[in-house]
């Protein structure tokens, strides 16, 4: 049976401490402020209007989505752009009750523009210690491998990124799935493991899943980011589930990017049922005009799923979180006093 959204399920979901593991900051860029850092930093738009901007957002597929994410990153300039855009995310997802954020950035994308990461990982670090002071709200950031781009410029953006390796958690793999396997970035996931940094992995989003199991194989993925064609391949579920390997599951981007085509078909539901330890998030949310919240309300109004199942997927994404134990403890305490409050 679907669960009644009501104001009352909204308001507790809204509070429920969770954390979001799967959040581009570049895709948190709204439409608003891509138009104005345009104009500041003399960056022309292909597009007249915020309206028409938003109306390009009308994606066919990953490809296509990409294309437009890239040109929009393309805004980013400066140091305060960047603090801007984090800072603006963050807060957005303190409303939403996000405890702890664990954020994507794509370095090469902003370096092959010549902004380095003198720029853009200040700017982001700033917001990082202004929200927590602000908003109590916990972050970090993970640097993510462009695999449209080769594995030696994965190991040379490692290299420069040395300076900064204590202002990042982990390193991720992400961009254009399709023909572009997990395997050949080994080096630059090995020399990140050799610094203490946490990996994750995109995998089967639109690629085989073949492609997961090579992110845990080849780069030692602890998490698996979509994972949506897992499914396919009864062994690779049972052992997520079995060596509770967590899924960051992002839900209205899988139904705009057509991953699948309505969101009855979303694969949270099922890989919950089969064990797999699978969190809500929401990827980019500037261009599917969802954030985090809106996941959780749209798989409770379209998927048979139970108010303790979500309660679960929710404690799944602190239990999931790169945090230290004590840090974790006290955050899983705060979550369950919630829900006993409000039960």
Not at 12 to 37: C, D, N, Q, S, V
Not at 117 to 125: P, Q, R, S, V
Not at 236 to 253: D, N, Q, Y
């Amino acid at each position: 049976m679907i669960m009644i959204v009501d104001d009352s399920l909204t308001e507790f979901l809204r509070g429920l401490p969770k954390a979001e593991l799967h959040i581009h900051i570049e895709g948190t860029l709204e439409p608003e402020m891509m138009f104005e850092m345009a104009g500041r930093n003399g960056v022309a738009l292909p597009c007249a209007t915020v309206d028409e901007i938003r109306a390009a957002y009308n994606f066919t597929g990953l490809q296509s989505f990409l294309d437009v994410f890239y040109q929009g990153a393309a805004v980013l300039r400066k140091e305060e752009d960047f603090y801007e855009l984090a800072l603006a995310y963050l807060e957005m997802a303190h409303r939403d009750g996000v405890r702890r954020a664990e954020i994507f950035f794509d370095a090469q994308t902003h370096t092959a523009r010549g902004v380095g990461f003198d720029i853009f990982m200040e700017g982001l670090w700033r917001a990082r210690i202004d929200a927590e002071r602000m908003w109590g709200i916990s972050s970090d950031y993970i640097m993510c491998f462009l695999r449209h781009l080769t594995a030696d410029d994965a190991v040379a953006t490692m290299n420069e990124a040395m300076p900064y390796v204590d202002r990042n958690i982990g390193v991720g793999l992400d961009s254009s799935e399709i023909g572009n396997p997990p395997e050949p970035f080994k080096p630059a996931f090995d020399m990140a493991r050799g610094l203490g940094l946490h990996t994750v992995a995109h995998g089967g989003e639109e690629g085989p899943p073949e492609y997961v199991a090579g992110a845990l194989d080849a780069l030692g993925a602890e998490r698996i980011e979509h994972g949506a064609t897992a499914e396919q391949d009864d062994a690779l579920m049972e052992r997520l589930a079995g060596e509770g390997i967590a899924v960051t599951i992002c839900p209205i981007s899988s139904l705009r990017l057509k991953v699948y085509h309505a969101m009855e078909d979303a694969r949270i539901k099922r890989f919950h049922d089969r064990g797999v330890k699978v969190t809500i998030n929401s990827d980019d949310p500037s261009y599917f005009g969802a954030y985090v919240l809106d996941n959780y309300l749209a798989v409770a109004k379209s998927l048979d799923v139970t108010l303790p199942d979500l309660i679960w997927m929710a404690r799944n994404s602190i239990e999931a979180a790169f945090l230290p134990e004590e840090e974790k403890a006290s955050l899983l305490a705060e979550f369950d006093d919630y829900v006993e409050a409000n039960s």
